[in-house]
């Protein structure tokens, strides 16, 4: 080889080794918000999804927010944006309208609104256990249902824990009659609890429950439907029948990534929690939102369920929530899981 043919060799070489070095020095430059540049390319590719909750943000929706911290929405390909509600049937209508692309919302409330030709669709139900409750004060000296006789229970009426009621009370040996409901709005029914205006209410037991125990002080008894047998469907991911038909991969995404976030949210209860701090104005203290969450985690699974993913549903679980919603009147007779739910999209272990 001639000396000018080894210079150019050599230098070719060292060009090489230059452009690789830069194109590694890219990789690991941290762009403006604090990640590499592959990270804000990644963030480039990934789809906008807005997601509304059921409510304000309370300790049952720190998997989200842990998804979004751990990065887990974002390896799904999703740039996920958090929007609070303003009740179930708010949201789900939401969702039907394709004011936004996903939903998370109790499903009688889905349920009823499908019944009314609202384009949504069940895509796997995460909270299995009801957390319906009749909530009192540990000192009031109610500790059973037979102590609900003669005392008057704060209720919404209209939403599922109240509709049900009287299928708790038959399954709990309670006369209906023999119990005064007085109908208030959610936030009513918790001043109402507060001022000792009611002997207690009907409601969400890791919801109200902590609140109303961390601005007492006092402590909460819950005589929980699920302890007389009574148990049916709540909160759980929905989309609309438009999202499904045209971006199907976007939705199992998301519903993967869902179930993804609520397993480590569950393995890490505080890391969960802390993941909220300052997401929003009205969200709970850390230390409500920790009881809120780690509530919300024993009802995650049913029997069926148990060593499934978070968000897998059972179709004896679907069987027996139907039941108990028709026979409430809040769902039509006849109905089966297939007229709500969309199994297509379930997560895997």
């Keep these: 080889m001639s000396l000018r043919s080894s210079v150019r060799s050599k230098a070719l070489v060292a060009a090489s080794a ?20 592959a990270e804000a390319q990644g963030a480039a590719d990934a789809t906008d999804v807005t997601l509304m909750l059921n409510w304000y943000p309370y300790g049952e929706h720190a998997p989200f927010y842990y998804g979004l911290e751990e ?18 049937t708010k949201t789900a209508q939401a969702v039907g309208a394709d004011q936004v692309q996903f939903g998370w919302a109790d499903t009688p409330a889905v349920l009823a609104n499908i019944d009314k030709g609202v384009k949504i669709r069940s895509l796997g139900v995460f909270l299995q256990t009801t957390p319906s409750s009749v909530q009192v004060y540990t000192d009031s000296g109610i500790k059973e249902p037979a102590d609900l006789a003669g005392k008057t229970i704060a209720v919404s009426a209209g939403d599922a824990p109240t509709t ?25 029914k ?4 507060l001022t000792d205006k009611v002997d207690g209410l009907i409601g969400f037991a890791h919801d109200q429950g902590p609140t109303i125990a961390a601005k007492s002080g006092r402590d909460i008894t819950y005589l929980r439907y699920s302890d007389v047998g009574l148990n049916f469907y709540s909160n759980g991911l929905i989309a609309s029948e438009g999202t499904i038909e045209s971006d199907p991969d976007l939705v199992k995404e998301m519903v993967a990534a869902t179930s993804e ?13 802390a993941s909220m701090e300052g997401k929003d104005p009205q969200m709970p203290a850390a230390d409500v939102l920790t009881e809120q969450w780690k509530q919300t985690i024993d009802l995650l699974h049913t029997d069926a369920t148990a060593d499934e993913a978070p968000g897998v549903n059972a179709p004896e679980d679907w069987a027996a929530t139907l039941d108990v919603l028709s026979s409430s009147g809040l769902i039509a007779e006849g109905t089966t899981a297939d007229d709500y739910f969309d199994d297509s999209f379930a997560p895997a272990n």
């Design 71 to 88: 990065g887990i929405f974002a390896d799904h390909g999703i740039n996920l944006k958090i929007e609070a509600g303003q009740g179930s």
């Design 18 to 37: 230059v452009s690789a070095a830069a194109l590694t020095l890219a990789a690991c430059t941290p762009s403006t918000d604090g990640g590499t540049e």
């Design 190 to 193: 918790i001043s109402a609890m």
């Design 164 to 188: 049900t009621f009287p299928l708790y009370l038959e399954a709990a040996g309670v006369p209906e009659d023999a119990v005064t409901q007085q109908n208030l709005d959610p936030a009513g």
């Design 261 to 273: 976030a609520f397993a480590a949210a569950a393995e890490d209860p505080d890391a969960a929690v």
